[in-house]
């Protein structure tokens, strides 16, 4: 099943189900009026959200509209929660030796995950306002799931019973302003652009085999400008999966339905498959050149994170962003 | 004008205007159903919560009921954001001196902030939920306020106006869990417990002279097991106000309404005051006597958080909460 949020008057959208082609949405307002809603009461609306799934499928879904991605907001246009792990140890490896600094072995062990921000995700197509291209404007493109209520001290085991959706994302990251927010030892806060979510969220069946219950085995694709950045598999060199991931989270306490999980930047210790962040372009060159060559974004660069099947159909839709000067 | 939300079916409570005295409240569901409806819509929905409260305050609200803290959850009892700064550096300084590390200058010019976790806040009498003892157990007693939507690069002089309701809360930290997990550079996750706001959030107005448009100038008193821990000045040794905190958190991105925006540990330079976390009073008995005295909670332990007005009386209601092992 597809869901997205298309934007309206309210700040949390309104719910529709999209067709597996993504050419096609119906309102499932009657169902269940917001994403939100609908995770805070997933079992109790999950029958009625398949069956206008299914109908939607055979084209017999009432009030059928064609789907634009233009007009959707991320599929949780805000949420009350947003962890973002790095899951991909490769990604973190090649940024430390950029720098001349070793991985610690206690990554090994436990998880890297902070809260982010989740008071507003901008939609797929909305640009990103930043104020100056001295930021070191970045992106990330990762993997999300959104879970249902997990409890405290969940096993990983129990963990993956938990992901009830799956999203890819563009996080947004500000180079300039990352290092020394983080030597004040409180994680990100200021080093961090709105993040935004791909089109449609989609439940774990619709990946297929892609999905084998912990992570999704298929290559995120981004390109910058029409230029191929990378499409690294999200399934290889994933060191801790979605399971562990959660249970790292609910170590010391629940989490609400609507959290959101992310896997950190895509990345594969094999560099023929490009890079889903621009850092890591900018971290390999300096390694074999000895300076960055790939710029940050400048005013007007865009970037586009898409994710294929094995057919070359788009999944989750596109995220399709401009960088733009944000004023006031 | 005080407002609480009740427990009721659903995650967010029910809002209710409550009497200035805290012991009547009058269901404000007919004007927004939660505060977060409410904060979403403030200046559409202040006129008539305002005339609701003069109707409760004369004792001629239709439906009245008793007020009962027990029955209330947080004002927000699940937030799309929860920034916590650090402002009281004689809290910072201290906490690091007992440790041998000096205070860096550059804390004097940018604020420590946080992001927290907010999908579920407790309610100011439920229970502090922990696994274990070991993780050293701790409050942190502080001030919060409650934003309507503040744009990005907000200056201090306009983030005053984005003030709309104030709290006090306990922020659950676990001392044994922190240092390592902010070795590792990302922030708080599981060092930090389910916060607990206070029964009633009220407009700075309600404040009186109190609330000088910065900080609110009144001790925040501290008990564990009856015993007084400290009642600090929170208007004493704010290094960053509020209007400066907010301007910090909305330099690269802005705030949705409903941004909850803390203090951090309230704290004193003059320690006869006492404390607002046990940390801090280890540390100090670590700095004098060589070793903390002070025990973390056991089980079993009580913490009590409250704010009188000049004339004794209680503002936002008592943070009454238990220390109580969490049994799946």
Chains 1, 2 share one sequence.
Not at 28 to 41: E, Y
Request: net charge negative.
């Amino acid at each position: 099943m597809k869901l997205a949020s298309l934007k309206n008057h309210t700040r949390d959208g309104q719910l529709v189900v999209v067709s597996r082609d993504l050419r096609h949405a119906a309102s499932a307002a009657h169902i269940a009026p917001t994403l939100q809603h609908a995770i805070d009461h997933w079992a109790d609306v999950l029958p009625a959200l398949q069956a206008l799934y299914a109908q939607l499928n055979e084209g017999k879904a009432p009030g059928t509209i064609a789907f634009d991605a233009a007009a959707a907001a991320s599929p949780l246009p805000r949420a009350y929660q947003w962890l973002d792990g790095s899951a991909y140890l490769s990604h973190v490896e090649l940024v430390r030796k950029a720098r001349g600094a070793a991985m610690p072995q206690e990554f090994l062990k436990d998880p890297l995950m902070y809260q982010g921000s989740s008071d507003y995700f901008t939609g797929p197509l909305d640009p990103v306002l930043v104020a100056s291209e001295d930021w070191g404007v970045d992106l990330e493109a990762e993997i999300a799931v959104i879970t249902d209520d997990v409890p405290m001290l969940c096993t990983p085991e129990e963990a993956a019973r938990h992901v009830k959706l799956v999203m890819i994302l563009n996080d947004t990251s500000l180079r300039h302003i990352i290092p020394a927010e983080l030597n004040k030892g409180f994680g990100f806060l200021n080093g961090k652009g709105v993040t935004a979510f791909s089109p449609v969220a989609v439940t774990p069946d619709e990946l297929g085999d892609a999905w084998d219950g912990r992570k999704l085995n298929l290559p995120l694709t981004v390109h910058v400008n029409n230029a191929k950045l990378g499409s690294p598999s999200a399934g290889t060199d994933m060191y801790f999966d979605f399971p562990a991931l959660i249970s790292h989270a609910a170590k010391t306490r629940p989490l609400g339905a609507g959290t959101v999980i992310g896997s950190g930047t895509v990345s594969n210790h094999d560099r023929s498959a490009g890079f889903c962040c621009i850092s890591e372009a900018r971290a390999m060159e300096t390694v074999e050149l000895g300076e960055p060559k790939t710029p940050f974004f400048a005013f007007g660069d865009r970037v586009r994170v898409e994710m294929f099947d094995a057919a070359g159909r788009s999944i989750f839709g596109a995220i399709d962003q401009q960088v733009l000067q944000y004023a006031r």
